[in-house]
């Protein structure tokens, strides 16, 4: 009786084994069906991944490969980026050779990766050694307005602008931050801090860089305020207008918009290098904001800097930031530091072919080339033309070729991010750059098996 309890116990325990599996895998392509992704759940899909992990870990041998392979099934689709599904040979030219696994391709943010290549080709050039007695002080030079400056950091700054001739160093004052979006907001502080009835309106023209409107009303300043798009501004007050160029999301170059008396301007200039546009003159103006994320690569740096002209300015740019998070990692210094050396060394020593922004210029290039050869053949999308100008830098003309496509759904297609969702390509709509839901921000700058994979899908699409 025992032998028999025993057999009906494993043999039942099996059959209620595979019925939770085929009920999650149900579940799981209802869920792939139905799940209408936002911004933020898209931020956070580490936290799905590793919630998922919990709830489908197996308790016994016979049902690990089937909840293994549920378990794979829903992390690609939460957060395709960290799915093994993704660790694919990036050697990939051919868009036709690519293998399209049904994973979801989030070309949502402007997550880095394609200069994943160049910087592991370049071996042990920006290796980084910190011993464990380095870097325990707060203070970096306490002669230096800006005290939690690294020396090197600042040397290596300002040798790349002089390099690339794309800002003036002169008389500046450099400010460094946890990513430009830090500076960013220090400079709202900086602006506004002196005092006001009411707050200062925080303007930009559309389409605008979605994060600067979440980032203002996220913060319920009393000092400041969102008051929209730069062009419908006329109010008789002071101001502040944030201006991005190259424009992140279409590419464009900008220039002030209000244009008027009392206006105070944060010029963002992540991607004024030469692998993006045409350097046509040094940018000379009051703040200028630049990140390591866009210039190298490396966002999980968390490294940007300011030049500004004003040393008051400077001064509450600093406060800000010692208040915030009193002072900047000093390791994320010594490391972009050694990062903008190779950058420099490889402009001014390394020859054409490896000079870094030479061989990011040719991978960009390429991609735009097969984007707008996809665009034309699919009919459903349309991409921006840019004008061609001479860059100083290269010592050549060519047209601006930006981080992001800027693409607008044509035909009867109202809302482009949910028919690329379809396809399992998730954007950021244009609805949060102030335009119409038929745009849609697509990232330039994923691995090239993503890339190449976003490249066929959309040959092949069809209304």
């Given at each position: ?24 895998v ?67 030219n051919d ?27 370049a ?11 380095q ?6 030079d ?8 690294e ?38 502080y ?12 925080v ?14 009303e ?6 400041y ?77 968390r ?17 800000f ?20 050396q ?41 991409t ?11 010592n ?36 949060h ?9 697509i ?21």
């Amino acid at each position: 009786m025992g032998k028999g309890l025993e057999v009906w116990s494993v043999k039942h325990l099996l059959m209620v084994s595979v019925a939770l599996n085929v009920w999650l895998v149900l579940k799981l392509m209802s869920y792939e069906r139905e799940s209408n992704f936002t911004t933020e759940q898209i931020f956070h899909g580490f936290c799905a991944e590793e919630k998922l992990h919990k709830q489908l870990s197996p308790s016994s041998s016979s049902s690990t490969s089937m909840a293994a392979a549920v378990a794979e099934k829903a992390i690609n689709f939460l957060n395709p980026s960290t799915s093994s599904h993704t660790i694919i040979n990036d050697d990939v030219n051919d868009d036709d050779d690519v293998d399209d696994d049904g994973r979801v391709i989030n070309l949502d943010h402007g997550d880095p990766t394609m200069y994943e290549r160049y910087w592991e080709q370049a071996g042990d050039k920006t290796t980084v050694t910190i011993s464990g007695w380095q870097s325990m002080s707060y203070f970096s030079d306490v002669r230096n307005l800006c005290w939690f400056l690294e020396p090197e950091f600042a040397k290596e700054v300002t040798r790349l602008h002089n390099v690339v001739g794309n800002a003036i160093t002169q008389n500046r004052h450099i400010v460094v931050g946890t990513g430009s979006t830090q500076l960013f907001q220090a400079a709202l502080y900086a602006l506004s801090s002196s005092g006001g009835i009411e707050p200062i309106s925080v303007v930009s023209a559309t389409p605008y860089y979605s994060f600067y409107r979440q980032v203002v009303e996220y913060m319920k300043s009393g000092l400041y305020k969102w008051a929209g798009d730069a062009s419908n501004f006329d109010k008789d007050e002071p101001y502040i207008e944030l201006i991005t160029s190259p424009n992140n999301p279409d590419g464009f170059m900008r220039q002030p918009v209000v244009n008027r008396s009392g206006g105070m301007l944060i010029h963002d200039f992540a991607y004024y290098w030469p692998q993006y546009t045409p350097i046509t003159s040094p940018a000379d103006h009051e703040i200028m904001l630049f990140t390591v994320s866009k210039s190298t690569g490396h966002a999980g740096m968390r490294i940007g800097w300011a030049l500004v002209k004003d040393e008051e300015v400077a001064k509450k740019m600093t406060k800000f930031i010692e208040l915030s998070s009193i002072g900047v990692s000093k390791d994320s210094q010594l490391r972009a530091a050694k990062i903008l050396q190779a950058v420099s060394d490889s402009c001014e020593h390394g020859g054409e072919s490896r000079s870094f922004f030479e061989v990011s210029y040719q991978n960009i290039a390429g991609r735009w080339k097969k984007l707008r050869e996809a665009v034309k053949e699919s009919g459903i999308l349309s991409t921006p033309e840019f004008p061609s100008a001479f860059c100083q830098y290269k010592n050549q003309t060519f047209s601006t070729q930006p981080a992001f496509a800027w693409l607008k759904c044509e035909e009867e297609v109202e809302d482009c991010e949910n028919f690329l969702r379809s396809h399992k390509i998730l954007t950021r709509s244009g609805k949060h750059f102030g335009m119409s839901p038929k745009y849609v921000r697509i990232s330039m700058l994923d691995r090239d098996s993503n890339y190449g994979l976003f490249i066929k899908r959309l040959s092949a699409m069809r209304l």
